[in-house]
């Protein structure tokens, strides 16, 4: 958890204090180590909520894009509370997974928060398995002419976008997490960069498709801070320039 409450306020750890789990409500305290993430967590290091995992710099900087009042919200269904990792204004929740996750509580997390939610997992412990390849022959502009951004390939003389490629893509998964060969809501892959891998098809198999999605445009459509995309991207990672020709 990022968030505990104290004097009815969200508030993120710092070193010693304690607050409240906003779920069970019981005493939280701050853990802020130099390796882990501050974050808060329960004594005896139990979370009060079985979906729970640890905090990564990965969550954090995703839940903050949306903001302290849009991250780890309370949803109580049927007397079964849990705690979203991001709520939407539109009501849309957004469930972060960055390790493997067994196949029965993908569907039961489906279930729980129903229709209006969909996934953002972390591919970057599997992006050396996972290879994006696009029908589209780019192979005239691979060189030291161009430029291949996001909007297309650029001319680098003149600025001029020359080909914009089509946003149909095949993958190819080796060694695929066949957990979410069920999964029922639409899954975003962050690689790392600054697109999203928004899987259409054969999730969780040896091979389906998906569209490429900017970060920031993804934010804005679910009303997150589009900043943030920036401290997302890992200036390392360069996912497109992976897809195959
Ligand atoms: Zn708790």
């Known amino acids: 958890m990022l968030f505990a409450i104290i004097n009815s306020e969200k508030v993120e750890a710092s070193p010693k204090i304690s607050g409240a789990c906003p779920l069970c409500k019981k005493n939280v305290f701050s853990k802020c180590g130099e390796i882990n ?3 808060w967590a329960h004594h005896k290091d139990v979370s009060c909520d079985s979906w729970y995992e640890p905090e990564t710099e990965w969550h954090k900087n995703w839940k903050l894009a949306f903001g ?3 991250c780890e919200i309370v949803i109580s269904k049927d007397g079964v509370r849990h705690i979203a990792d991001i709520l939407t204004n539109d009501n849309v929740v957004i469930e972060l997974q960055n390790s493997p996750i067994p196949k029965p509580i993908v569907r039961r997390r489906e279930n729980f928060y129903g229709d209006g939610m ?3 997992i972390n591919g970057k412990h599997f992006k ?4 994006i390849s696009s029908l589209d022959s780019t192979k005239d502009y691979w060189n030291s002419k161009y430029i291949h951004t996001p909007e297309g390939i ?5 600025g001029e976008i020359v080909y914009v490629p089509k946003n149909n893509f095949t993958f190819i998964w080796n060694w695929p997490r066949k957990s979410w060969t069920d999964v029922q809501r639409n899954l975003f892959i962050d ?3 600054e697109n999203l891998f928004w899987v259409t098809e054969g ?19 679910y009303g997150g801070n589009t900043d943030f995309s920036k401290v997302f991207i890992d200036k ?8 195959q020709h």
């Open 236 to 243: 390392k990672e360069k996912r497109i320039t992976n897809v």
């Open 68 to 70: 302290k009042y849009n």
């Open 37 to 39: 993430v501050w974050h």
């Open 191 to 193: 690689f790392g960069d």
């Open 118 to 120: 969909l996934w953002v």
């Open 203 to 221: 999730m969780g198999t040896n091979n389906g498709k998906g569209i490429l999605i900017s970060k920031e445009i993804f934010l804005n459509k």
């Open 128 to 131: 050396n398995n996972f290879f």
């Open 154 to 158: 650029v001319n680098k003389t003149t």
